[in-house]
């Protein structure tokens, strides 16, 4: 029997209907000559499902909550019960998706069931289909289990034969195996074991706003007490324009991916007629990876969570830029950054794997003091197929905690970088508009490259570049 780690044991103890412990991964697919439909989806889950066996276990409490849960197979998995289909109603806008994915992510998962569910969403305006996955942050840790994306998204067009077995689940250890596999486990892991309640009795310290010296109030305009709905908006930019901003103006692709969202966050605050001054800044609390000996074959990389301060009162979108990419100098000066290319190179869909291990680190560390979420994963530069049909658009995300009313994930793929922002849905009911202001501060970017080259005169040197 294995375990639960204590920080998947928090995890799975402290969901709540406030504050659901789950990713999910919006993915568009390009209309093509045979849609993908429920059926057909079914068996290529089936056909799958063996490379990631905990997709039909669940977590069984041990009596008396004497250790941390194990995982056991399912014995009445049923995969209907997690795949299921819905639609949007005609015409299908992206403003029905973001309404129907906003309920579904905000929707608890069955925690007596394996903690995943995968919606097809059909009826979208061009006739394309969507796809919705949703795990719990105690399945997907990027080690043991990755995001079920990885295994079902491929390079190739079309569908590949994988090998299948005929499943058979172990029987259910029962409550006095339990008890007695966790006795055993105390006795010859005590360290493990006490680390393991110590996680778990402290959440209580970690989660509640009044306790824990990190955790900020529920006041300003990033922060409130969460409900129990979401909303969902997304924006996509082209990568190149991205590209010609830090060979312009140097630092890194994520140093502008930063910088446009803190122009973003500038703008709506306007809009809102909310006080800025120029010592306005939120802090972002942004995991990023570092070396490990498994780059770039594996996901064994090591996610640390960075702390940013985003010149939110700074009126000049270059000198956010610089600000930015200062605040993220010490980073890349380790030594121990990881190259953005070899994060997209890695084998399969890892993106959405990375976004789980990302916001993992982003809940582990609750108790810093920071106002937003932010994750950025490069994908891969080429297309990725579902059953033979392109992948044309990836959205992830970023589950909210504590009085964190917003997330924004962040995902490079094909020539297009997209915006997944996720924010509680009584705190911000402009969330459109600031993925908007986001938008239109990426194109204040992308003109101050085009203004200044318009003004040098002829044989001016660009900024040496200093990553990507």
């Not at 569908?159 to 058979?168: G, L, S």
């Amino acid at each position: 029997m294995q375990r639960l780690s204590p920080l998947d044991a928090l995890f799975l103890q402290s969901d709540s209907p406030a504050v659901p412990r789950q990713i999910a991964t919006l993915t568009i697919l390009q209309p093509g000559e045979m849609p993908l439909d429920y059926d057909r989806l079914l068996r290529i889950i089936d056909e799958r499902i063996d490379l990631v066996p905990r997709y039909r276990q669940v977590p069984r409490h041990v009596p008396a909550r004497l250790g941390a849960p194990v995982w056991a197979d399912d014995e009445n998995f049923d995969m209907t019960m997690h795949v299921r289909r819905s639609a949007l109603p005609s015409p299908g806008t992206r403003d029905a998706l973001h309404e129907l994915v906003a309920r579904l992510i905000a929707r608890r998962l069955d925690l007596d069931r394996p903690l995943w569910e995968l919606y097809l969403i059909e009826g979208l305006e061009d006739g394309a289909v969507a796809l919705l996955f949703k795990a719990h942050q105690a399945l997907v840790d990027g080690s043991e289990t990755v995001d079920l994306a990885q295994v079902l998204l491929e390079e190739v067009a079309h569908a590949r034969d994988i090998p299948h077995e005929e499943w058979n689940p172990r029987p259910d250890p029962g409550p006095v195996a339990l008890a007695a596999a966790t006795l055993n486990h105390t006795v010859t892991r005590p360290g493990e074991a006490l680390k393991t309640v110590e996680r778990i009795a402290g959440r209580f310290v970690r989660h509640l706003p009044a306790v824990g010296s990190g955790t900020p109030p529920a006041t300003g305009v990033l922060q409130a007490t969460l409900s129990r709905h979401r909303r969902f908006a997304t924006l996509s930019v082209s990568f190149d324009d991205l590209r010609r901003v830090r060979e312009f103006h140097g630092g890194t692709v994520n140093d502008v991916v930063l910088a446009s969202i803190t122009g973003g966050l500038r703008s709506w605050m306007l809009t809102r007629a909310e006080s800025v001054t120029p010592k306005t800044s939120f802090r972002a609390l942004v995991p990023m990876s570092v070396l490990s000996d498994g780059l770039p074959t594996s996901l064994g990389s090591r996610v640390t969570g960075h702390l940013v301060s985003l010149p939110v009162g700074e009126s000049n979108p270059v000198v956010r830029l610089h600000q930015v990419s200062y605040a993220l100098k010490d980073h890349r000066e380790t030594g121990q950054a990881v190259a953005a290319n070899e994060l997209a190179n890695l084998p399969g869909f890892a993106t959405s794997t990375f976004h789980a291990v990302g916001a993992r680190v982003a809940m582990a560390e609750a108790r810093r003091d920071h106002h937003i979420t932010i994750t950025n994963v490069p994908g891969p530069f080429d297309p990725v197929y579902l059953a033979g049909q392109q992948v044309r658009e990836v959205y992830s995300c970023i589950p909210l905690h504590g009085h964190r009313a917003l997330s924004i994930a962040v995902t490079s793929y094909n020539g297009r970088v997209f915006y997944g922002l996720v924010a509680d849905r009584d705190a911000m009911a402009d969330l459109d508009v600031l993925a908007q202001c986001i938008a239109e501060s990426m194109e204040e970017l992308v003109e101050s490259v085009s203004s200044a080259r318009r003004r040098a005169p002829r044989g001016r040197q660009r900024p040496k570049r200093d990553g990507a």
